[in-house]
């Protein structure tokens, strides 16, 4: 029952983020929000719903583990799994936003993040909403510095253009779904980690944090195959910095958070760090600017075995 739960609750989240990122998508597209700014923020922040959802739920709930390891986790799928499939379907050119902007707010969220962690074990409020106030400002400064001028053209390839009753629609069972789906699947986590004799964490990084991976996924691969490569890189490195500022910085303002298993500290951090630092080498080498078939392999392989050693 609890391995069942965890496919319910997953599925639900699946489809509540699709259903939250077709809403968000075209609010923004009716507002003329560009492209670039779109992938990074609003589509960003969709995929990170569930996330959110769940981590909220755990910290909630008593379970601080679950709520770390399923944003730990996240981060590190994003890059080594969800960017791996992407970039094995097709090579992206990497935007000069990547070096600008991208890459940096990522690094500077994570090693933010890990200082906080690791200075004390845990995420407090005031930790919480110093997270939330710098997501702020880098949203204001890139809807500053892009402005909106560009209008997007991603309505009709895609995303599907709502009207406003059908984004409301949308919007509210998406709501629900999310809901729903973190209550089954924190029930059905705890349950099976109890029944598997393992931790919360190891539930959560292998487990929980690749089904809440999926959105990203989704939406990386449409993007590829509507030939909007900058909006699936773009996505991706919002989504972990929406992980961390948004999703942590939220999360520990609601109920602070501390860590259980310190494996957490000295293992799954630490992961997070080199795969957000080997993205960045690989971009350089062999100074093509561009993340190749070789590349994804490399990451995909890393992966698995990254979840090979936490069940293991």
């Known amino acids: 029952m609890a391995f069942i739960a965890i496919v319910v609750g997953l599925l639900l989240l699946i489809k509540g983020g ?17 492209k670039a ?23 909630l709930a008593g379970y601080s583990d679950i709520a770390l390891g399923n944003v730990v986790g996240s981060n590190i799928a994003n890059l080594a799994f969800v960017l791996a ?16 902007t991208d890459w940096p707010m990522m690094m ?31 949203l204001y400064y890139l809807l500053k510095g892009q ?12 995303f599907e253009l709502l009207n ?3 984004t409301i629609q949308y919007l509210i069972a998406g709501g629900f779904a999310l809901w729903l789906g973190s209550e089954t699947l924190v029930r059905g986590a705890v349950s099976l980690a109890s029944l598997m004799g393992v931790s919360e964490r190891v539930i ?13 996924l989704s939406a ?18 919002g989504s972990n910095v929406f992980n961390i500022l948004a999703v942590m910085g939220i999360t520990s303002m609601i109920q602070p958070i501390s860590v259980q298993d310190p494996n957490l500290i000295t293992n799954d951090l630490v992961w997070m760090f080199a795969i957000s630092l080997l993205v960045l080498l690989m971009v350089f080498i062999p100074r093509d600017s561009r993340l190749n078939r070789f590349n994804g392999v490399v990451l995909l392989g890393l992966y698995l075995y990254f979840i090979y050693d936490i069940l293991g």
């Open 147 to 158: 402005g909106v001028s560009e209008v997007t053209e991603v309505a009709s390839e895609e």
């Open 108 to 138: 500077l969220a994570t090693l933010l993040f890990i200082g906080m962690i690791a200075f004390d074990g845990m995420l407090s409020s005031v930790e919480g909403f110093i997270m939330v106030l710098i997501l702020i400002a880098f």
């Open 164 to 166: 406003s009753f059908q």
């Open 204 to 216: 959560s990084i292998s487990i929980i944090s690749v089904g809440t991976s999926i959105p990203e």
């Open 85 to 100: 499939i992407t970039i094995l379907i097709t090579p992206i050119a990497v935007p000069k936003s990547f070096f600008k």
């Open 220 to 237: 990386s691969i449409i993007a590829i195959i509507r030939k909007e490569k900058a909006i699936s890189l773009g996505n991706l490195i």
């Open 37 to 59: 700014v779109i992938g990074m923020t609003v589509v960003s922040f969709a995929t990170s719903a569930p996330e959110l959802i769940v981590s909220i739920q755990s910290a």
């Open 18 to 34: 699709d259903w939250l990122l077709k809403s968000s998508v075209s609010l923004s597209l009716n507002l003329s929000i560009p």
